[in-house]
């Protein structure tokens, strides 16, 4: 396959349209381009990609074009580092065939510049690109020349796995507009990188001071939602438009900005009938349209999900398949190319969280594809600026300031053991074996004297609560120990290694003998005078749940007060135990109580935890409240969690799922097969 560009490939937040006319005499086109793009056929948009992978490399997409006259690419390059993406200059490579016949390639496509995009625009998020500025006007083109380009080396792909149905939203309310009820400044805008340049569209300047006259409708759709936002509008008169969008609306109120995203659509728009659809996708049950003068407005959104999602469906008791459903809905928008930790705020694809979407995946798909892809792209990432050994925290993607999570690289490997469980697939345990060894020989320069992991460098993640505070996680942090000798067994259990077992099981005695004060396990220690001085009132309840998770300590005592006095809806007393959050300490302890046959309390418990997400937005969210995303793809696993504890799901095998022997089943849910 031939590479190519056009104009300055250093350019910030360009796009690029490549064009040819096939006469209707080719069947079958091959794509490979980054950052991502858009396929239309005679008009009509047919795909978005890549499968993402990392630099270098590029996962070709193939599609059926038979009948078809012109074909249509848009293409657009950050020139930024982003978390969606590896950073690396813009390539376009297309190679269209008619029956086994080339019919031609990349250097017969035109290339051309949207005169009426506007890319001189503040940020859309701290980890994604731009906000979406457009003039709806008539077409006005720049014609440009294109040149040859390295190319990469290209892998097999998924494929498409998204049908892109279009839904209409539903109006609402219609009013004048007053501003909104809240507006939040997001924390990055003012980092060095992030502030819009002068002379730029700034949300404070230009959106947030737009003056009286203008009126607002409000749209939504039944549950929150991810697609490009179509636009059909239609004008008498020369007139601009805004379109905000959020996932959820909490007492009815707007609150802008509200999960630290630019949720803005920026037209302008002259006199006529136009269609316009947004570059990328965007996470959203609810939009508001902001506008002046004559301007009608019907917008809908083109669903970007995994449509091969439906393996399973649900019927029964409402809350339970609520739940069911919502995760189902979550897994599909976070698992079209890669596994994402949300599919708006980010698109990025996160280790840790990938553990828990994997196992969604098996149910969900029949199978661990898309998962197979994700880890290879680990094993495939450059890592010159990262400490010899570590990973990326997520990719493929490009870090600011070269941060990466020491614990993310641990559950790379955990991972990877349960991946070859689901899967057998020996060969990608192999390809993993360096970066696995990688791994284990960076840690080493941590472990003291104890052979405990002291220190760690850059950000050391726990979860999302006080387990995370810096003066938790200081000096020997014991969730990330408890993580480490986790990931040395499994390691050696992957490669057949007795010593990392034996070292596992020496890390586990250690932690049990310097942590757990009688009652509780500590969070951390420090050494004096070499001697470990636990920080007696750092205790979370989080860290419990490492322990019994990762199986380190399970004495019936510990075992039954932390079943019993603990949990989303944990009663009173012991509040010296910091609370867990969703992500990750309550589904530890789900896993946990599974393991242990607490089916009932399971059950429960996620009734008591998920149904509000559920009936809110129909998804799962990434915290227990909707601060942030509220579509959070490792949530999805609550699915694979409740089919545990109703009907004793074990795995998709073959199609059809495997039921554990001898399980009473709770009849208040059928489970069904669908695909």
């Not at 955990?414 to 970066?435: C, H, M, P």
């Amino acid at each position: 396959m031939e590479f190519v560009w056009a104009g300055n490939r250093e350019e910030i937040n360009q796009q690029k349209i490549f064009y040819a006319d096939l006469q209707n005499k080719a069947d079958r086109i091959e794509i490979c381009a980054v950052d991502s793009y858009q396929v239309f056929f005679d008009g009509k948009f047919i795909s978005y990609g890549p499968e993402r992978t990392a630099s270098g490399y590029s996962r070709k997409r193939v599609l059926n074009c038979k009948g078809v006259n012109i074909v249509e690419i848009k293409v657009i390059s950050y020139g930024v580092p982003v978390y969606s993406c590896d950073f690396q200059k813009p390539f376009f490579g297309v190679e269209v065939y008619c029956g086994n016949s080339l019919f031609c390639t990349s250097k017969d496509f035109s290339c051309k510049v949207d005169v009426l995009r506007d890319s001189k625009v503040c940020r859309y998020s701290r980890q994604r690109g731009f906000v979406e500025k457009q003039c709806l006007a008539k077409e006005k083109f720049e014609e440009l020349t294109t040149y040859s380009v390295e190319a990469p080396i290209i892998l097999e792909g998924v494929g498409d796995t998204a049908d892109y149905k279009e839904i209409a939203f539903e109006r609402i309310s219609e009013c004048n507009f007053n501003g909104f009820d809240k507006v939040s400044k997001p924390w990055w805008e003012d980092l060095q990188g992030y502030v819009t340049k002068e002379g730029w569209y700034s949300i404070e300047k230009d959106f947030l001071n737009l003056g009286n006259g203008y009126k607002e409708k409000t749209f939504c759709l039944p549950i929150l939602k991810t697609g490009f936002l179509k636009v059909a509008v239609e004008s008498n008169e020369k007139s601009d438009f805004y379109i905000v969008f959020d996932e959820i609306l909490r007492d009815n109120k707007w609150n802008f900005r509200r999960s630290d995203c630019n949720d803005l659509f920026v037209y302008g728009c002259e006199g006529g009938k136009y269609t316009h659809i947004s570059a990328e996708p965007y996470t959203m049950k609810y939009i508001k349209v902001i506008y002046k003068g004559e301007v009608e407005i019907k917008p809908s959104i083109i669903l970007y999900e995994n449509s091969k999602v439906n393996f399973v469906s649900f019927k029964g008791d409402e809350k339970l398949t609520d739940i069911l459903q919502s995760a189902q809905n979550t897994f599909a928008q976070n698992a079209v190319d890669i596994f994402t930790d949300c599919a708006g705020r980010e698109r990025a694809g996160w280790l840790c969280d990938s553990y828990f979407t994997a196992k969604a995946e098996r149910l969900f798909t029949g199978s661990n594809r898309i998962e197979k892809n994700f880890l290879e792209n680990f094993i495939l990432s450059k890592t010159d600026e990262l400490p010899s050994g570590m990973l990326p925290m997520c990719f493929p993607s490009e870090h600011d300031k070269n941060s990466f999570i020491p614990n993310w690289a641990m559950w790379f490997v955990v991972e990877l053991k349960d991946y070859l469980e689901r899967t057998g697939d020996k060969e990608l345990i192999e390809k993993a074996k360096s970066r696995v060894y990688g791994v284990i020989n960076y840690f080493l320069r941590f472990e003291n004297s104890f052979g405990l992991l002291e220190n760690l460098e850059s950000w050391i993640f726990v979860e999302w609560s006080v387990a995370n505070d810096l003066d938790y996680v200081k000096d020997i942090n014991f969730p990330s120990n408890m993580l480490y000798s986790a990931m040395l067994k499994c390691a050696g259990e992957l490669y057949g290694e007795e010593r990392l077992i034996e070292k596992a099981e020496k890390i586990r005695k250690a932690i049990v003998k310097y942590s757990y004060n009688g009652k509780f396990f500590v969070d951390n220690a420090k050494v004096v005078d070499n001697n470990i001085m636990p920080y007696a009132d750092h205790i979370s309840e989080t860290c419990q749940y490492y322990a019994l998770f990762f199986n380190i300590y399970d004495k019936e005592d510990f075992v039954n007060l932390m079943k019993d006095s603990f949990g989303p809806n944990r009663k009173e007393g012991f509040d010296y135990v910091g609370k867990s959050n969703a992500f990750i300490g309550n589904y530890l302890r789900l896993f946990w109580l599974l393991r242990i046959k607490e089916n009932d309390r399971v059950l429960n418990e996620s009734i008591d935890f998920f149904y509000k997400m559920a009936k809110e937005t129909g998804s799962l969210w990434e915290h227990d409240l909707p601060q942030a995303s509220c579509n959070h793809g490792f949530a999805s696993v609550i699915a694979v969690i409740l089919l545990s504890a109703l009907i004793g799901y074990k795995t998709v095998e073959n199609g059809k799922l495997v039921i554990e022997k001898g399980f009473a089943r709770k009849e208040v849910i059928t489970v069904e097969k669908t695909k």
